[in-house]
């Protein structure tokens, strides 16, 4: 099974472009921190980036109304593609190709809703699109 659920804060706003075939796409960045107390008792934080992209009408919905800094969940399955760097050495990345996300409003906002078993204050949109066969030479990095 290859299912990945991810909640994070969007670091920029979605790029959007279309594949070789004509897919049109949206790709963001998702930043997830892990926060705990190291054993002097401070306060210490990582931030991990996954990259991640849309197709289809979850692009489109996506990049219309979720901007930088929202609060973001989605599922998807995690994906690999490789490419050449400037040095002409392969390298492989990976990504989370989203099926399903929910909206969870703004980071900045004092009304964002945390993650709790109540439902969130502001309403979530949320979007559920049939798997789409993307061959790994059509996803954008």
């Known amino acids: 099974m290859n299912n990945v659920n991810l909640i994070g804060y969007l670091g920029k706003d979605f790029e959007i472009g279309n594949t070789n075939s004509g897919k049109l796409y949206a790709k ?7 926060r705990w107390k190291n054993e002097k008792g401070n ?4 931030t991990t980036w996954i990259p991640i992209v ?6 489109e919905s996506a990049s219309t109304h979720i901007k930088k800094g929202s ?4 599922s998807g399955e995690l994906s690999s593609s490789k490419y050449l760097d400037e040095a002409g050495n392969t390298r492989t990345i990976l990504s989370v190709i989203v ?15 945390q993650i709790t078993q109540e439902p969130p204050k502001e309403p979530r949109v949320e979007y559920e699109h049939p798997t789409i066969n993307i061959e790994s030479e059509e996803i954008p990095f």
Not at 43 to 46: A, F, K, N, P, T
Not at 54 to 59: N, Q, V
């Open 28 to 34: 963001n960045s998702l930043a997830i921190t892990k």
């Open 43 to 46: 306060d210490e934080s990582s």
């Open 54 to 59: 849309l197709f289809g009408k979850s692009a």
């Open 71 to 74: 609060q973001f969940a989605c």
């Open 99 to 113: 099926s399903k996300f929910y909206w969870l409003g703004k980071k900045d906002s004092k009304d964002t809703p």
